[in-house]
């Protein structure tokens, strides 16, 4: 199966074999791949705190916060499949939307205007300089595929490497099954 090339809603499937602890066994979408760089976020790293841990706008809101990536960890970002609801989002792939008014956003959580399932919570982000993602592709660190509603809302965090992978099917699935330590088998 040949890798489709990296551009905004495409997903970063780790190698089984990436050893890199901010990244082994993760799934990154990305919101943005330009000549200059690119930056997306780990949708399968739950983070130690809620998000009414970390922003007093949020309190009372025991909503699950992801580790987004290593960059600015002292940021919090979204994505969301609300577009006429929030104002300010960006559209990366179909359905899905980074970014936008954050209050907003909590107020419609708070008077369940919205649910939770359609929107998620990142601190951090994955960034990459110029030149440096495709250079981890050509060291096949990362498997691409197409970004989907699916695997970024709706799959539980424990399983999206996994599903990623079986969604592109033959070899690939085969993948899921490697361990992490192939010298320990």
């Known amino acids: ?57 949020a309190e009372g809101m025991p909503l699950p916060v992801y580790y987004g990536g290593p960059v600015q960890v002292d940021t919090i970002h979204f994505l969301h499949q609300y577009p006429d609801l929030i104002p300010g989002g960006f559209e990366v792939a179909e359905g899905i939307y980074w970014g936008g008014d954050f209050e907003t956003a909590v107020q419609l959580l708070r008077d369940n205007e919205i649910t939770p399932r359609g929107i998620r919570f990142f601190i951090g982000y994955s960034g990459w300089s110029e030149g440096q993602l495709l250079n981890e592709l050509k060291e096949k660190s ?20 996994k599903e990623a992978l079986k969604d592109l099917g033959g070899e690939y699935e085969q993948l899921i099954n490697y361990p992490i330590d192939p010298q320990l088998n």
């Open 1 to 57: 199966m040949t890798q489709i090339l990296p551009a905004a809603g495409t997903l970063l499937i780790a190698d089984p074999f990436l050893k890199d602890p901010n990244f082994m066994r993760t799934v990154v979408f990305l919101c943005e791949h330009q000549e200059e760089g690119s930056f997306g976020f780990v949708l399968n790293r739950l983070y130690d705190f809620t998000l009414d841990q970390l922003m007093a706008s």
């Open 142 to 161: 990362w498997i691409t595929s197409k970004g989907n509603q699916r695997l970024v809302f709706e799959i539980d965090q424990n399983a999206v490497w």
